[in-house]
């Protein structure tokens, strides 16, 4: 047994910091049930503010666990969002591992 | 996908619903379907069909711009084809029933009404069931209480019916609308 990861098997290090943020894995839930989502679309399934949400964005963007994609409909600015691979995969390892001190 | 996104992926598939606008858009066509039973012209249908389309066009321009736009899974894509199917394969039940009718080869009034009033329940209940709107079956449950009343026991009270049925609907709508538009604020959106 690795004693350095205690009883849980994984230690605090391991738990990814950019879906561990409450607002972040909120976006990531939404966007995992779906193929896409635009800005408006998550704004009224998070409850975050336009500036909050933007930031988060960014944040998972840089992060490569989700893809936005910037277009005009018309005149107005529309985005549209998309989790990655990799963000399923980060999603999921971070679930599995609440999971196992929750359940 | 485990129980609690799937529930997660319903309650967002359910804020679709929150409007009011099914609520308005069966409100105004039992209005219609009552309105019809006392001036029986033509051009009731197409004021009945006007005021539906703009319900729908209306839930397009108001609603869907507030909530926003999701592209959903393909088990929920594929629900959506499944309730498409049933409400075709329900109106072509009627369409039935009105051409045996007109040839002669219909029911008594009895089991003509309890089989429309059957079939308008189960296809309600069905859509309740797949856009997860439990006020589908209440006002389904309604329509048909009221077409077995008109057809078995008073055909006086039907267009009654229909009215009183139609304005609960259009105004518990109109209330519903009034909430989710000062829930859902148009917004400009941030590049």
Sequence with gaps: MDHSKGTVGWTVEEVDRIVHEPARYMILSVL?????????FLRTQTGLTKGNLSSHMTKLEDAGYVMVKKEFKGKKPHTMLRITKKGRKAFDGYRKKMRSIMD | MDRSLDRLEKRMWATYQQ??????????????????MIIDHWIMTVVGLTLVIGVVIIKKMVTEKRIGMASWSSKRRSK?????????LANI???LLIILSIMGVSPDRVTGALVIGGMILITFSAISYFMYFWRFILWGSLLTFAIVINEILDPDSGPLMFFFIGSAAVALGFYYLVIFLREHQSIKEVI
């Excluded at chain 1, 995992?32 to 408006?40: H, I, P, R, S």
């Excluded at chain 2, 409007?19 to 019809?36: K, P, S, Y």
């Design chain 1, 32 to 40: 995992y049930v779906l193929e896409g989502a635009d800005f408006q």
């Design chain 2, 80 to 88: 959506k084809i499944t309730l498409f199917f049933l409400i075709l």
């Design chain 2, 19 to 36: 409007d009011g606008m099914w609520d308005i858009f069966l409100g105004v066509l039992m209005l219609m379907m009552g309105l019809r």
């Design chain 2, 93 to 95: 039940a009627t369409l």
